[in-house]
């Protein structure tokens, strides 16, 4: 018999058991967490993905990429970047359960 430990993660407004035994976490990398942050400021701001690189000074395509999944290694001065154009640190940005190791498979 396997014992799974779990927490209830928030997300969206959703109440997602993250498992943390290996190969069962909630997000399998950091850029789908990337990803689901940006989703979930985007509209807790009310910004389109354009007003969000006009904010940031990061392209449109380049966000464009980056919410496809199409950049393997998102650079952390993107993301710092990004963070700006949402009006808060890096470390805010970053203050997430998706960004939480025992979430991640790095």
Known sequence: MVICNHKDVKINNKIIVAHNNKGRQLVNNVNHALVLRIEELLKVNNMTRYKLAMESGVSH???KNIMHET????????????????????????????????????
């Open 71 to 106: 950049v393997k290694d998102n650079l952390l001065s993107t993301t710092i970047l990004i963070a700006n154009g949402f009006g808060m640190s890096v470390s805010e940005f970053l203050n997430s359960p998706l960004f939480a190791e025992e979430n991640l498979d790095i």
């Open 61 to 63: 395509s380049t966000l």
